[in-house]
């Protein structure tokens, strides 16, 4: 967890409690500064404004502070921890039988974001999902946060659990060049690939989407804002870290709804800025022969739907769905699904899909159901 969670809340109550003595000393001594009453009035308007503002941003900080300090001390999730080059690593295994599922989170989310599909899949195969290092309960780690790293540590990480292959990897967002990675750098463990709405590398470099972050807001000026906003406890405030989340168990509600609640912004940003050395990595990565290849991709409508007045919105929809299309020429053995009425997190969004398609994917993978027989293909559903 970030240590800003703490040092700013401390930093806060000590401001906080120095704003207030200075304020009240001010108010004190209004009536022999301002003898006319209507400046007295503003001013002391001001300065009570300034105290109760000051005080409530230090009180809700550290209370959430307090808050996330009592959800990891309480609360276990799901799975085991596990020794990692020197550093602790959470992987979550049910199920049984070959191949082995894994699952990776896009950038910002850990293993519970898989907590609505992961129980479903379980019943078809063995399913492990787990939090890459610096996010959920797995310790950050020192060096490149690359997609080179990041897939030598989840190899890591499945011997020392003992998972051995054949495995399919899915991957969500981010993780889309991750799970290539991985492809590329052990092909004999591989048993197949699932993009969720995955990146693809060097995306950035796309016309629409370059134009989008030349003149969006940039981005740490928006994770500055959002830092702010979570450590200051706001999310807590409108009571967002106890908002049920629709699709998942209680527990796993609870979990997910709490770990959302502190985003891990220092990891964010590392994998943040080796996003184009991933993108490098990883984009001469493929075709894969006719390992089988499943692409379950966000409506590429849904902003059209939203009637969104901003034309660079729609144009980049369009630039993402035409990579998403791309993606099927990693395999011959490939095809894509749009999850209509999707957004970017399908697996929320939209988990029939994924509860329906991937054991059928499974099951293709053993032989023990027929071929797709619409290889190349791109249906919505």
């Known amino acids: 967890m970030d240590l800003d969670y703490f040092a700013a809340p401390a930093v806060l109550l000590v401001l906080g409690a120095l704003v207030a003595y200075i304020s009240v000393r001010n108010l004190r001594s209004l009536p022999r500064r301002f003898p006319h009453r209507g400046l007295r009035v503003l001013d002391q308007t001001i300065l009570i404004a300034l105290i109760v503002g000051t005080v409530s941003l230090s009180l809700s ?135 969720v709405d995955g990146s693809t590398p060097l995306q950035d470099e796309q016309p629409a989407l370059r134009a989008a972050g030349e003149t969006g807001v940039p981005r740490w000026a928006s994770i500055l804002v959002m830092r702010s906003v979570a450590i200051a406890g706001l999310p807590r405030l409108v009571g967002t870290c106890a908002r049920p989340m629709a699709g998942f168990d209680e527990q796993a509600s609870k979990l997910l709804a709490e770990d959302l609640c502190h985003p891990q912004f220092n990891s964010i940003e590392r994998e943040f800025d080796s996003f184009n050395a991933s993108g490098r990595e990883t984009v001469h990565t493929g075709p894969f022969g006719a390992m089988p290849v499943l692409i379950i991709s966000q409506d590429p409508d849904i902003v059209l739907l939203q009637k969104h007045p901003f034309r660079q919105m729609v144009d980049m929809e369009n630039a993402w769905s035409a990579m998403q299309e791309d993606l099927k020429q990693l395999s011959t053995h490939s095809r894509r699904i749009v999850a209509k009425g999707s957004s970017h997190a399908v697996q929320i969004d939209r988990p029939d899909v994924i509860r329906k398609e991937v054991p059928l994917f499974i099951e293709q993978i053993r032989g023990t159901v027929g071929e797709p027989g619409n290889y190349g293909t791109t249906v919505v559903e």
């Not at 290092?133 to 030598?152: E, L, M, N, Q, T």
């Open 61 to 195: 900080a550290g209370y959430n502070a307090v808050a996330l300090v009592r959800f990891h001390a309480l609360s276990r999730p799901p799975g085991k921890m596990y020794m990692v080059n020197g550093h602790r690593m959470r992987l979550d295994c049910a199920g049984s039988g070959s191949p082995t599922l894994v699952l990776d989170a896009g950038l910002g989310n850990d293993a519970l974001i898989w907590g609505s599909v992961q129980p479903q899949l379980e019943k078809t195969t063995r399913v492990c999902s787990y939090d890459r290092a610096g996010f959920g309960w797995s310790d950050a780690v020192p060096g490149p946060r690359d997609a080179d790293h990041i897939a030598a540590e989840l190899h890591d990480l499945l011997a020392v659990a003992h998972v051995s292959g054949p495995i399919v990897l899915m991957g969500h967002s981010i993780a889309g060049m991750y799970i290539r990675d991985y492809a590329a750098r052990y092909p004999e463990e591989i048993a197949g690939l699932i993009f």
